[in-house]
Structures are given as structure tokens and as C-alpha cells.
């Protein structure tokens, strides 16, 4: 069964900040993986959509990248900005099983001023 | 816009009262799913569908029935509440298993 995990569950950093969040994966056959952004009490917002044939994909200061065959995936802001505080969300599309995704319990993420 | 919208927002309600919470899509995914969300257990799949007329359950579909009679619209029906459904629930879409999924704003629900 597949199982997601990220670290850390929570972070605190300063405005201005280089930052990674870190997702991992129990099975690395998988159609894809995307991140997700929430605000407290509000649905989730894509980010970016990584296929399992690529190793990255970027959109404005956010950079995720895919090691299928380790089972990790990271997620780099550049220059933090308190607007990017939020709970952020990793998700795998398992091979298989194109129907779904399987959630990590995502990282709360504080930027302070 | 593209966009996936969910009916209603917020809801209280009681035990035993039947309730839907509507979901509707307008980029014609083939795919659509429902999940709910609770602290510490995170996004859990409720039921699924890959086309008009095709529906599975998901991890937690215990208490919940769905239909997909129309492409665009996936309604989530709660026959008969119970507390233990208070969640906030999001309906979801893809075009299929390369594509990405897309959101609903989520509809918080709380049964007493």
C-alpha cells in the first residue's frame, strides 16, 4: 500500500528565506506526484504536477523536483514571503490506480515578517 | 474559469436528515472523486468515478452513496448523518491518470 510521508510536519522561517519541504513515497510506481497548497479551512490549490518521467518542474519561485526511484520528491520556495504561509501538500497518482491520490499529512509552513 | 464547485459551503445539520452535497465541473474530466478531511488523518478518498454511469469506493465509504448520471456533476449523498461525518469534504476531477487534479473550495459539514 502506498504511503506518504513529509517533513517537516511544521516550519518557521524568516521573510526572505530559501526553504525545502520534503515529501517521500513508499512505492515508487506512480503515474505522478503534485503538490498542493491550503489555507486554513480552504480547498487545495495545485501548484505543480510532476510526471513520473520528469525529474522537475518550476512555476514562479517554486521548484519541485522527482527522484521516482527513491521515493522522494522535494519542494524549494525561493525568497519566502509571509503570503506563502500555508499548509502545503504532497500527493502521488499510483500506477494502477488513476483514480486517487494518496496524501502525506503535509507541512505547515509560517513565513514572519 | 475553469473550476470545480461545491454545494453548499457550510452546513449543520442532524442526525438521520438526508443530505447532498452537490459537485460540479466544467472542463470535462473524465474523472471525479470525493474526499474528506480530518485532523490528523488527513485526505481520505470516499468514492470515485471514471465515467457517467462508473462508480467504486474509496478507502472510507462507509455511510456514503454517490451518482454520476451527467459528465459534469458527481453529488455525494449522506442518507442518514451521523456525528461522526462532521468533516470538511472536497469533491475533485482529473482528465484521466496523467493529468492533474482539480479542487473543489471544500464544504465544511457538521452533524450534531
Known amino acids: 500500500k502506498q504511503e506518504v510521508t513529509q517533513i517537516p510536519a511544521a516550519l518557521s522561517v524568516p521573510e526572505g528565506e530559501n526553504l525545502v519541504l520534503n515529501c517521500s513515497f513508499t512505492d515508487s510506481a506512480i503515474y505522478n506526484l503534485q503538490w498542493f497548497r491550503q489555507d486554513p479551512g480552504k480547498g487545495l490549490t495545485s501548484l505543480l504536477l510532476?510526471?513520473?518521467?520528469?525529474r522537475e518542474q518550476t512555476s514562479g519561485r517554486l521548484n519541485a523536483s522527482l527522484d521516482k526511484s527513491s521515493g522522494r520528491s522535494t519542494l524549494y520556495i525561493a525568497a519566502s514571503q509571509p503570503g506563502d504561509s500555508a499548509t502545503y501538500l504532497c500527493a502521488v497518482c499510483p500506477s494502477g490506480q488513476g483514480s486517487r491520490l494518496t496524501f502525506g499529512e503535509g507541512t505547515q509552513l509560517t513565513v514572519n515578517p | 474559469e475553469a473550476q470545480v464547485t461545491q454545494n453548499p459551503r457550510y452546513l449543520i445539520t442532524v442526525t438521520g436528515k438526508k443530505l447532498t452535497v452537490t459537485c460540479s465541473q466544467n472542463?470535462?474530466?473524465?474523472?471525479m472523486s470525493w474526499y474528506r478531511q480530518d485532523p490528523g488523518l488527513g485526505l481520505r478518498q470516499i468514492y470515485y468515478?471514471?465515467?457517467?454511469?462508473?462508480?467504486d469506493k474509496g478507502d472510507v465509504p462507509e455511510g456514503y452513496k454517490v451518482s454520476r448520471k451527467e459528465k459534469r456533476n458527481f453529488p455525494l449523498i449522506l442518507e442518514s448523518p451521523s456525528p461522526n461525518q462532521t468533516s470538511l469534504y472536497f469533491c475533485?476531477?482529473?482528465?484521466?491518470?496523467?493529468?492533474?487534479?482539480?479542487f473543489g473550495p471544500g464544504t465544511r459539514l457538521t452533524v450534531t
Open positions: 475533485a476531477s482529473s482528465q484521466g491518470p496523467a493529468g492533474g487534479w482539480y
Open positions: 468515478s471514471m465515467n457517467v454511469e462508473v462508480t
Open positions: 472542463m470535462n474530466h473524465e474523472y
Open positions: 510532476i510526471q513520473s518521467s520528469q
